[in-house]
Antibody, heavy 119, light 110 residues
Framework: QVQLQQWGAGLLKPSETLSLTCAVY????????LSWVRQPPGKGLEWIGE???????NYNPSLKSRVTMSVDTSNNQFSLKLNSVTAADTAVYYC?????????????WGQGTLVAVSS | QSALTQPASVSGSPGQPITISCTGT?????????VSWYQQHPGKAPKLIIY???KRPSGVSDRFSGSKSGNTASLTISGLQAEDEADYYC??????????FGGGTKLTVL
């Protein structure tokens, strides 16, 4: 059974950098793509991007210029950084996994982290 | 890359069926049988209920079914139950290794 556990700072000021980490436990870690998905309060889901163990990265074109993703294979941890945040980046951020090439659905999700941006 | 279009809300009485639509374009929903659906209860993470248009993960009730016609995918819930009240999101592969979600539909069980 795969479990995703995430953490990171929950309160940021405008122009700061959002930083979140997601640890993957169990399952066959090497096969997974790890995505980040966000949900502004009361709104829908938005795919931010994904990375796999081989550091193959795909980004949502609308966020690409501000997003950096990385992976620490020794600890099975994936990280998201979003720079120059504004109030519009206030959201619950989820990490979610999909099983690999050609399998475009998220079968495991982290618990979510609320990130608020406020001066 | 615009979100897939879903009705903001649908409602139904217990025991009745409901259908939620998810409309995209020929670049996403219409081009690939890679549509998935997620159920989200308040304050919880989304849960996968349908993948690859019509497949159900193990443990998901067979009251949930999916289909697709052209650029529109659909989720049908037969025999509505109180616990089905939640938000539902579709998601599609959109080409060039990107994914796109629908705007979400709030299901109310009357």
């Amino acid at each position: 059974q795969v479990q995703l556990q995430q953490w990171g700072a929950g309160l940021l000021k405008p122009s700061e950098t959002l930083s979140l980490t997601c640890a993957v436990y169990g399952g066959s870690f090497t096969n997974y793509y790890l995505s980040w998905v966000r949900q502004p309060p009361g709104k829908g889901l938005e795919w931010i991007g994904e990375i796999n163990r081989a550091e193959s990265i795909n980004y949502n074109p609308s966020l690409k210029s501000r997003v950096t993703m990385s992976v620490d294979t020794s600890n099975n941890q994936f990280s998201l950084k979003l720079n120059s945040v504004t109030a519009a980046d206030t959201a619950v951020y989820y990490c979610a996994s999909r099983r690999g090439l050609g399998l475009y659905y998220f079968d495991y999700w982290g618990q979510g982290t609320l990130v608020a941006v406020s001066s | 890359q615009s979100a897939l279009t879903q009705p903001a809300s649908v409602s139904g009485s217990p025991g009745q069926p409901i259908t939620i639509s998810c409309t995209g374009t020929s670049n996403d929903v219409g081009s690939h049988n890679l549509v998935s659906w997620y159920q989200q209860h308040p304050g919880k993470a989304p849960k996968l209920i349908i993948y690859e248009v019509s497949k159900r993960p193990s443990g998901v009730s067979d009251r949930f079914s999916g289909s697709k016609s052209g650029n529109t995918a659909s989720l049908t819930i037969s025999g509505l139950q109180a616990e089905d009240e939640a938000d539902y999101y579709c998601c599609s592969y959109a080409g060039t290794n990107t994914l796109i979600f629908g705007g979400g539909t709030k299901l109310t069980v009357l």
